[in-house]
């Protein structure tokens, strides 16, 4: 079957201008993560959705940073006033409750 | 607060031979743990997990350890292959550690 998408695969952008990032996640998985990836480091966690329960937020790094699920489906991460420090790759996974998280291809940020 | 990390960034290993990557994590409580392989440019593929009432679980080539006592687990590739070159994770819930980058060596 399908797996996660994301896009766009690649975006470039001006510092200051905001960004909206997507995830389509598998049909049927309740769980939705967010995590960023800078050059050569690992997972950095953003944002957590399960099923219809708060998001779990804690890892967005300021108030730049908002990300929406809806349906209980799609995902959209938007940057607000992006920054120099927001290049990364920015990976949304899922997973079906808390077992293992199957990644999208990830977007590429570069902000320059 | 909870961490998940690993001993070594990389670990260079000839092919044919086995290749041993750990991870130590900080939380007595984790009860699940996962192995996740990322490839460059691509998201990381889950690889295997294993819950805290067990020891040890094999996959296919793979051998995943965990001892509770030390809050210390492995993950062991038998006959590494070339295309088993990658950065590999592990993690617990959304805790993911550095990456330990694994480079086979023909």
């Known amino acids: 079957g399908a797996g996660v998408s994301q896009s766009p695969s690649n975006k470039v952008t001006e510092k200051g201008k905001d960004v909206e990032l997507r995830c389509d996640p598998i049909s049927g998985h309740t769980a939705l993560y967010w995590y960023r990836q800078s050059l050569g480091q690992g997972l950095e966690f953003l944002i957590y959705?399960?099923?219809?329960?708060?998001?779990?937020k804690s890892g967005l790094p300021s108030d730049r940073f908002s990300a929406e699920r809806t349906g209980g489906s799609v995902s959209t991460l938007t940057i607000q006033r992006t920054q120099q420090e927001d290049s990364a790759v920015y990976l949304c996974?899922?997973?079906?409750?808390?077992?293992?998280?199957?990644f999208g291809p990830g977007t590429r940020l570069t902000v320059t | 607060g909870e961490s998940v990390g690993l001993h070594l960034p990389t670990l260079s290993v000839q092919e044919g031979d086995n290749s041993i990557i750990n991870c130590a994590y900080s939380n007595s409580a984790s009860d699940y743990f996962i192995w996740y392989k990322q490839e460059s440019g691509k998201g990381p593929q889950f690889i295997i997990d294993?819950?805290?009432?067990?020891d040890k679980r094999q996959g296919q080539r793979v051998t995943v350890l965990l001892n509770k006592t030390v809050k210390h687990l492995s993950l062991q590739i038998a006959a590494t292959q070339p295309g088993d070159s990658a950065v590999y994770f592990c993690?617990?819930?959304?805790?993911f550690g550095t990456g330990t980058s694994l480079t086979v060596i023909p």
């Open positions: 959705f399960q099923g219809n329960s708060a998001p779990d």
């Open positions: 996974a899922s997973s079906f409750d808390r077992y293992e998280q199957y």
């Open positions: 993690a617990e819930s959304r805790n």
């Open positions: 294993i819950r805290s009432n067990m």
